[in-house]
């Protein structure tokens, strides 16, 4: 038998880090061999090695993983095979590295060469916010435009394009202008809030660390605060800015204490760190409640006045606002986020709460105030802290921050501060640590997105209910994929056969039953997905349910253990997965009660493989509901709420499933590391017929007079300042 040689071996970069003397390389890549059928060829992944520019050959750590939108390229075949790669090692004089790229048997090689000179994270004291990108290029002296190119070659022409799009703020931001104009409070408004008695008046003291701030920034911040529509207000600063400032930091807070006494300085004689520079700040505080924020923000003027009034009725113990971001110049306000109303997993995955964060002010002494190991992200492990204790927890949704935006900053260049997404790891794993559920946290290529991994000590059953009529290859690729594809083993088939009338159907089922870990069951009646389920239901022998679509198929090897970990956690109720089309956009990324009229999938139609809106595509988080096409739940979750509600053939029923267990104080949550096709319910039908139609506008009717009052008041999930008619997250208007 002649030796079988690779047709080609291909390798894509996708990213490339060196920070502390470590490189770390991510992509992926294949051998392509001539298969025996030419339409299936045989791909194999790479093996590697790499050498400095003496050759010699240097020690690295690296791991495999499962790459769709890789396999994508090659083969419409169900394919397992892990191309994903992430290779790292410890950097040594050497200036220069190559990786050699090769098939197993080492027949064909392919080399890339990298210089650490090129990796060197590039800092800009400034930067600007143009017109457009052709004055941005005008002001761009050679250094700059060096910068951006290795920003380019090193992080590729998608972020390269999101990172000028901030830069070009002007030329990107007009829509929002309009709307922040147009929702913003007049000077008449401003003037009736100055004269506002409230029932409940409390002092609340706006902690500041200061750092050597350009005085620009400093002064701006300073009068955003004298300018706030309620007036009973402390602003403590605490200048760590050193000796080697030579005063004028301090100089200038003590001129703005003499002329507001409601201003209270202290000046350190070294920087203690954020951490430290912020307690500091804290222990000048005697106002009922604390508000944080940083030393070049701003607050809108209304910042404290809506704060206060969200707390006339059962004062919050936690408060917390939208914000947005504003250009170096003060002009320019751009990227709002509009936030959900409190949810710790989203909290786990992202620090999304951020500015404006407000507390009572018992809690830094119950609870302890900021932690100098987790600089960076003290304020994420803080209000991690805080929020665990909270009974009372309240989002306004009004943008009452302005989180200034510069290269150096978290907010437009991450890179420049690695460190503090490395604590916010660690924030998160110290969250679940307290909370008693065993998991570990780490970082994932999105900067500031967390993924939690949990350790439990068993793996339970799975019952995968999956109701069918016909399509049979529909159901055997949904079948095939989860067999081929899924790490975790311990699950079962509740296959619920439903008026099936093609001979390849029960074909199929014929070798299915061959199967020990299938079982076929029959439904006698017309369509009624909720009473198919809940038939299905007393046939499984799982502690956990997975209801399935016959029209999906599982992308994501580690979809079913995702699944399960999570609702194993007992304040769980459901989980549901990212669903995407062929062509890889979303299909489902979370259910948004309200969109259109009733209820909607999120993301609808937006890349897949993006983080969404604040990163929501991107995170697990709550939502009011996921889609059932693939929704996990426990056989007791799942009983204690009766089921499907029977009386919702079609729509809705899976939507009135999750807020019934929501009613019981449940979670649903969205699992985005869950990941699977969904081909959208072929075998169900238009609804084209009189009769389609008015069982239609009944089941409409029923989840209305159910759920009148979360259609009435807002998906909580949500925000009042997003559009319901569009899946994108676009602002109302």
Not at 188 to 217: C, G, H
Not at 470 to 486: P, Y
Request: hydrophobic content about 35%; proline content about 4%.
């Amino acid at each position: 038998m002649a030796e079988q040689r690779p047709e080609k071996v291909k390798y894509i970069i996708d990213v490339i880090r060196y920070e502390e003397g470590v490189v770390e390389v991510k992509g992926w890549g294949y051998a392509l061999f001539a298969g025996q059928d030419a339409g299936h060829p045989d791909i194999s992944p790479l093996i590697w090695e790499v050498t400095d520019a003496e050759g010699q050959k240097m020690e690295v750590t690296s791991s495999r993983n499962y790459r769709a939108d890789a396999l994508r390229t090659l083969t419409d075949q169900a394919c397992d095979t892990e191309l994903g790669f992430q290779i790292v090692w410890k950097a040594s004089d050497s200036l220069r590295y190559v990786i050699r790229f090769s098939d197993k048997e080492r027949a064909e090689t392919q080399k890339y060469t990298l210089d650490t000179r090129d990796l060197e994270l590039f800092q800009r004291e400034d930067a600007r916010h143009f017109e457009g990108v052709p004055e941005m290029f005008r002001h761009m002296n050679g250094a700059m435009l060096g910068d951006d190119f290795r920003f380019l070659l090193r992080r590729g022409p998608r972020e390269f394009y999101i990172m000028l799009k901030k830069r070009c703020a002007r030329k990107t931001a007009p829509e929002y202008q309009q709307w922040r104009k147009k929702h913003s409070p007049s000077a008449a408004e401003l003037d009736s809030q100055r004269n506002k008695n409230f029932r409940f008046r409390p002092k609340i003291s706006i902690v500041v660390p200061v750092y050597r701030t350009p005085k620009k920034y400093l002064n701006e911040l300073i009068t955003s605060v004298r300018r706030q529509t309620y007036a009973d207000w402390q602003l403590c600063l605490a200048d760590g800015s050193g000796p080697e400032d030579r005063g004028k930091t301090a100089a200038l807070l003590k001129k703005w204490a003499k002329k507001d006494s409601r201003i209270q300085v202290k000046i350190l004689p070294e920087n203690l760190g954020i951490a430290g520079n912020t307690n500091e700040a804290m222990a000048m505080a005697d106002g009922d409640y604390v508000a944080l924020a940083d030393h070049d923000d701003l607050l809108a003027p209304d910042a404290l006045y809506e704060v206060v009034a969200a707390m006339q009725q059962d004062p919050p113990e936690i408060l917390y606002s939208d914000e947005d971001k504003v250009s170096m110049d003060s002009k320019v306000y751009f990227e709002p986020n509009c936030k959900p109303d409190f949810s710790m997993d989203y909290l786990c995955s992202v620090n999304y709460i951020c500015h404006l964060f407000v507390f009572r002010r018992d809690f830094f002494d119950r609870f302890g105030g900021f932690r100098t190991e987790y600089d960076g992200a003290q304020d994420h492990d803080l209000i991690l802290r805080y929020t665990e204790q909270a009974e009372r927890i309240r989002h306004i949704p009004k943008i009452l921050y302005h989180w200034r935006s510069h290269l150096k900053s978290t907010a437009e260049n991450p890179e420049s501060k690695l460190y503090a997404f490395d604590n916010g790891a660690k924030a998160v794993e110290a969250h679940w640590k307290r909370v008693g559920i065993p998991a570990t946290v780490t970082r994932t290529e999105f900067y500031g997105i967390y993924r939690t991994a949990y350790h439990w000590d068993r793996q339970p059953l799975i019952s995968i209910l999956v109701p069918n009529k016909d399509h049979a290859q529909d159901l055997k690729r949904c079948i095939d994929s989860v067999e081929q594809k899924s790490l975790y083993r311990n699950f079962e088939w509740v296959i619920i056969e439903n008026n099936s009338t093609e001979p390849e159907t029960f074909s199929f089922y014929k070798e299915l039953k061959k199967r020990e870990n299938v079982r076929i069951v029959t439904y006698q009646g017309g369509f009624n997905y909720s009473r198919i389920n809940n038939f299905g239901v007393s046939f499984a022998g799982g502690e956990y349910l997975l209801f399935l679509n016959n029209d999906t198929e599982m992308i994501s090897p580690d979809s079913l253990s995702e699944m399960v970990s999570v609702c194993m956690r007992p304040e769980v109720g459901a989980v549901g997965a990212k669903l995407l089309y062929p062509d890889f956009t979303v299909q489902h990324a979370g259910v948004i009660i309200g969109f259109g009229g009733i209820a909607g999938h999120a993301f609808t139609g937006q890349p897949g493989e993006t983080l969404g809106y604040c990163g929501r595509i991107a995170s697990v988080q709550d939502y009011c509901a996921v889609t059932a096409a693939c929704m996990m739940t426990s056989r007791e979750n799942f009983l204690s709420v009766g089921g499907f509600t029977e009386k919702l053939e079609v729509a809705f029923n899976d939507v009135d499933f999750c807020l019934k267990l929501r009613k019981k104080g449940l979670h649903i949550l969205y699992d985005p590391y869950a990941v699977l096709y969904h081909y959208e319910s072929k075998s169900r039908g238009a609804e084209d017929t009189p009769e389609k139609v008015r069982r239609f506008q009944g089941e409409v009717e029923y989840f209305g007079n159910t759920w009148k009052h979360i259609l009435e008041n807002g998906d909580p999930f949500y925000n009042p300042n997003l559009s319901l008619h569009r899946p994108d997250f676009t602002l109302s208007s």
